[in-house]
């Protein structure tokens, strides 16, 4: 074996990227033939202190608590336990040992299950548009249960949104060096979807690249080479197990807040949180302290996701007060953004198979950016049950107009907020489904598809733009990648602190007043390392101004 793999080693640097998984492949081939086996990357192997047990949380004061363990909340947490005690709570269980959420062969499982309770790790919830969705609720987040793909912000939406692209930069290689992967080979279906893109005339060609570039590209993934996905969770990995508890299968039930009269001052102290499996009346605190010797002190950040996030605000009296009132909310601070501008991309999916098969779960390694930046593709095979699958092409929007809002359906914070996102409702929304939908009309038709499945695609879409617009409206779903509701500039400022409280901030896809464009876990993974950063860099700044002031 070590003689296959010393010429494996001579021979890998002057063979071109697109011949290299073939070569791996034959040498796996060889090897399992042989009898040898290849041991996975051990997942869990944990050196940071994860419990559920409330009672080690409760009554005790850290210099931040993060509500939210998912693709934002973790590398915040990783990064602020570098020099700070972190509080990261979770309201699901762990990732790690769940074959649904770590084996790649039960990618999309989590989507179809029919368990929607706290053990599960996707929370079903149907928008008032009528289209269904999840949200995940494990340790990991989203992270944990999507497709994998990983793709950058472009600079445009850097520059755009006014973050240091240097840091940015930074960021994103931290990010890319612990849970990031090129894919180890092309599976069929992708190397078909590659082809078909290509054939259609989504042009140029990108080979492997994480830029959000025009064209067809292979992308990175959190799926290793062993078919193991690496959540956000494993990048905890990376801070201070000293300074670092994650709580888990825990829901904060709302903030604490300190109102200073003489100053007239709001500021976030703590939360309260419940067991997720437990009463609504049980409720236990933990709060932030106040460092002794200094006049800057830590935040409850809230990292709840799209729903979460504006939820948690209006369950601990932020927001409209009409609807506050309606639901005998105690009016903190009078916000009526919060929960407004929420955005989902509006999604095409074609089926081009006949019928269901039992092919394995694929999850997207291609992207096809189109129509100036304004229409992405992606390929992938989903299961239906545990032995039936379907193999489809589905594009978005990139840059919806159309927003909706969000409003409290009832005061558990375990339960589904209501939420409206307004599909197609903007005519050039409309138009630019029209536009996908043709196009994944062309793509389904190609030859390489025809190819891959022994037959020709021949269902036909109809060609009116009347037709076209009906076909839209009744089959628009979404791609996971919902957004706003706590929007930079209306809820927070673009240091991300909610306006009129101290001590209060919201770090995830709430904040988003637009998608990256491309599958937003990327940009998300490296905005908790990036304002963890920055929070750091501020509190580093805020000590040396007070080590300044006594000395003077």
């Known amino acids: 074996m070590h003689y296959l793999i010393a010429i494996l080693d001579m021979e890998l640097p002057q063979i071109k990227h697109v011949h290299k ?13 042989f009898g040898f086996s290849f041991p996975s990357e051990p997942q869990g192997n944990r050196q940071w202190h994860m419990t559920s047990d409330v009672k080690e949380v409760a009554g005790k004061s850290y210099d931040y608590i993060i509500i939210g363990g998912g693709t934002c909340g973790c590398p915040l947490a990783a990064t602020l336990s570098e020099k700070f005690s972190v509080l990261l709570i979770e309201r699901g269980g762990s990732p790690y040992g769940n ?18 309770n706290h053990n599960s790790v996707a929370q079903r919830f149907t928008s008032q548009d009528g289209v269904s969705n999840v949200r995940g609720r494990v340790l990991g987040g989203s992270s944990a249960i999507n497709g994998g793909f990983y793709s950058r912000a472009s600079d445009e939406y850097v520059e755009k949104v006014g973050w240091d692209e240097k840091l940015v930069k930074e960021a994103y290689e931290w990010v890319e060096s612990k849970v990031v992967f090129p894919p180890f080979f092309l599976t069929p279906w992708q ?14 060609y ?39 508890i994650v709580l888990v299968n825990a829901t904060v039930k709302s903030i604490i807040f300190h109102h200073n009269g003489e100053k007239n001052e709001t500021s976030a102290k703590g939360i309260k949180f419940i067991k997720s499996n437990g009463s609504l009346d049980e409720t236990y605190e933990a709060y932030i302290k106040k460092p002794n010797n200094s006049t800057s002190r830590g935040d409850v950040i809230l990292s709840a996701g799209a729903l979460g996030s504006p939820q948690l605000l209006l369950l601990s009296g932020i927001g409209p007060k009409e609807q506050l009132k309606n639901f005998n909310i105690p009016l903190v601070h009078e916000m009526k953004e919060v929960g407004q501008g929420m955005q989902d991309n509006p999604c095409i999916a074609i089926l081009v198979d006949s019928k269901p098969e039992n092919r394995l779960p694929d999850p997207p390694q291609i992207a096809g950016i189109t129509e100036d930046f304004k229409i992405i593709i992606e390929a992938s095979i989903l299961p239906l049950s545990i032995n039936e699958s379907r193999v489809n092409i589905a594009a978005k929007i990139a840059m919806p107009f159309s927003k909706g809002y969000l409003e409290l ?36 038709r190609s030859k390489s598809i025809a190819f891959f499945l022994g037959e020709s695609q021949q269902n036909k879409l109809a060609s009116t733009e009347f037709d ?14 919902y957004h706003g509701g706590c929007n930079v500039g209306s809820v927070v400022d673009k240091h991300y602190k909610v306006h009129g409280i101290k001590g209060l901030k919201v770090l995830d896809g709430s904040t988003f007043s637009e998608s990256p464009g491309t599958n937003p876990m990327a940009t998300l993974l490296m905005l908790g390392r990036y304002q963890g950063l920055k929070i750091l860099q501020e509190r580093e700044t805020d000590s040396g101004l007070n080590v300044k002031k006594d000395n003077t």
């Open 21 to 33: 998984p073939l070569t791996i492949l034959v040498l796996f081939f060889i090897l399992a033939n």
């Open 99 to 116: 074959p649904l959420v770590i084996d790649r062969r039960y990618y999309g499982f989590p989507l179809i299950q029919k368990e929607n």
């Open 468 to 481: 076209l617009k009906k076909f839209c409206k009744k089959n628009v779903r979404t791609i996971y990648h």
């Open 206 to 244: 990108n080979g492997y690249n994480l830029e959000h570039v025009k064209g067809t590209k292979i992308s990175g993934s959190v799926f290793d080479g062993f078919g193991k996905r690496h959540t956000s969770a494993d990048l905890l990995e990376a801070g201070n197990p000293k300074n670092l």
């Open 409 to 444: 359906n009832n005061t558990d914070p375990r339960l589904n907020p209501s939420v409206k996102f307004n599909y197609l409702e903007n005519e050039n929304d409309m138009e630019q489904c029209v536009k996908m939908t043709k196009l994944l009309n062309k793509i389904a």
């Open 191 to 204: 190397s078909v979807a590659e082809f078909s893109l290509l054939e259609t005339g989504i042009l140029p």
